[in-house]
């Protein structure tokens, strides 16, 4: 039996173990035939010696991985650790791409396998369809390449709205004008641009019209052109809203939907122009729909668990409705 000592360099052992040894734990599961003893920035693992060299190439990918994105989600790993072909994740060399810096040089870039997808789709279609659940970075992405379009002068102006549909809740108790009721509502939106653009800056981009942010229904009469649109929670805009939105789309402008179809605060789901135009739209030239699942899930670890979980749940009631 063959016994090597791999050393951990360029990273924090905390960032490649994980929190509570999770990704320690996934790399032991799946090499269980190795003996795998860690300390601090040492790892002595024991066994034959093909398989010794096998691992040490796995612990040089996830630690190449971890210098270029900073984050990494279990399935992430699962991929670079598999190495199965269909599954195999490819980890970017030196030059792999930031979308831009944010503040205080703070890189942004895609991490996830379907954050890099809609990054790549939106360099030949202009209008992206990003759709899954919560915490999978779907808006924070596409305002990250509408950030980027418009330093870069692709664009003359950002603009970002919502359908003004509560999610269980009732703006109109919400105390304040039709804009104070409206600005919680919008936040996400300001937090994501405050990230990556000086508040300064992103102060006179408002005055100015550079960015522009407002309910969906100011949308209307509108053409919006040499602009980057984003229509956030687009589950929650009706059919007729969505065919409205779209119709907006100048010659010289790019558009992306972001939405979770599991997450229709409508009457009836079958009300969501989000559901009926991923039907519609698919297949159409120019256009992109993106899914977003569970392996995108960059918040607590738990939140991938509970997407899976409800996920199982609504295929089960599915599956009964048919019967």
Same mark, same amino acid.
């Given at each position: 039996?063959?016994?090597?000592?791999?050393?951990?360099?360029?990273?924090?052992?905390?960032?490649?173990?994980?929190?509570?040894?999770?990704?320690?734990?996934?790399?032991?599961?799946?090499?269980?035939?190795?003996?795998?003893?860690?300390?601090?920035?040492?790892? !002595?693992?024991?066994?034959?010696?093909?398989?010794?060299?096998?691992?040490?190439? !796995?612990?040089?990918?996830?630690?190449?991985?971890?210098?270029?994105?900073?984050?990494?989600?279990?399935?992430?790993?699962?991929?670079? &650790?598999?190495?199965?072909?269909?599954?195999?994740?490819?980890?970017?060399?030196?030059?792999?791409?930031?979308?831009?810096?944010?503040?205080?040089?703070?890189?942004?870039?895609?991490?996830?396998?379907?954050?890099?997808?809609?990054?790549?789709?939106?360099?030949?279609?202009?209008?992206?369809?990003?759709?899954?659940?919560?915490?999978?970075?779907?808006?924070?992405?596409?305002?990250?390449?509408?950030?980027?379009?418009?330093?870069?002068?692709?664009?003359?102006?950002?603009?970002?709205?919502?359908?003004?549909?509560?999610?269980?809740?009732? @703006?109109?108790?919400?105390?304040?004008?039709?804009?104070?009721?409206?600005?919680?509502?919008?936040?996400?939106?300001?937090?994501?641009?405050?990230?990556?653009?000086?508040?300064?800056?992103?102060?006179?981009?408002?005055?100015?019209?550079?960015?522009?942010?407002?309910?969906?229904?100011?949308?209307?009469?509108?053409?919006?052109?040499?602009?980057?649109?984003?229509?956030?929670?687009?589950?929650?805009?009706?059919?007729?809203?969505?065919?409205?939105?779209?119709?907006?789309?100048?010659?010289?402008?790019?558009?992306?939907?972001?939405?979770?179809?599991?997450?229709?605060?409508?009457?009836?789901?079958?009300?969501?122009?989000?559901?009926?135009?991923?039907?519609? @739209?698919?297949? &159409?030239?120019?256009?992109?729909?993106?899914?977003?699942?569970?392996?995108?899930?960059?918040?607590?670890?738990?939140?991938?668990?509970?997407?899976?979980?409800?996920?199982?749940?609504?295929?089960?009631?599915?599956?009964?409705?048919?019967?």
């Amino acid at each position: 039996m063959a016994e090597k000592l791999i050393y951990l360099e360029g990273v924090d052992p905390v960032d490649f173990y994980g929190v509570n040894n999770v990704r320690f734990h996934k790399f032991i599961e799946l090499f269980e035939d190795l003996k795998i003893v860690s300390r601090g920035n040492e790892i !002595k693992v024991s066994g034959k010696e093909n398989r010794l060299e096998e691992f040490e190439e !796995k612990v040089e990918l996830v630690v190449r991985y971890l210098k270029k994105f900073s984050a990494m989600n279990l399935p992430d790993l699962e991929e670079i &650790i598999g190495g199965e072909a269909r599954h195999k994740m490819e980890v970017p060399g030196p030059d792999d791409e930031v979308l831009l810096h944010g503040e205080r040089g703070r890189k942004i870039r895609a991490v996830t396998i379907n954050q890099k997808k809609l990054v790549e789709e939106g360099k030949s279609n202009d209008l992206l369809l990003a759709v899954g659940p919560a915490g999978t970075g779907k808006t924070y992405t596409a305002i990250a390449m509408a950030v980027k379009a418009l330093k870069e002068r692709e664009v003359k102006k950002i603009v970002l709205t919502r359908p003004a549909v509560e999610a269980g809740e009732k @703006l109109g108790f919400l105390p304040g004008d039709f804009k104070e009721k409206l600005d919680p509502y919008l936040q996400p939106l300001f937090d994501a641009l405050r990230d990556m653009i000086p508040a300064k800056k992103l102060i006179q981009f408002m005055d100015d019209g550079t960015i522009q942010i407002a309910p969906l229904a100011y949308m209307r009469g509108r053409t919006l052109d040499q602009a980057f649109v984003i229509l956030d929670e687009a589950q929650n805009a009706t059919n007729s809203q969505f065919k409205m939105f779209l119709t907006r789309m100048g010659p010289h402008a790019r558009f992306i939907v972001t939405g979770d179809d599991s997450q229709v605060d409508l009457p009836r789901r079958e009300d969501s122009g989000l559901v009926q135009a991923m039907e519609i @739209l698919d297949g &159409i030239k120019g256009i992109s729909i993106v899914r977003f699942d569970e392996r995108d899930v960059l918040r607590h670890r738990l939140v991938k668990s509970i997407v899976a979980a409800y996920s199982s749940k609504s295929s089960v009631k599915k599956s009964k409705d048919k019967k």
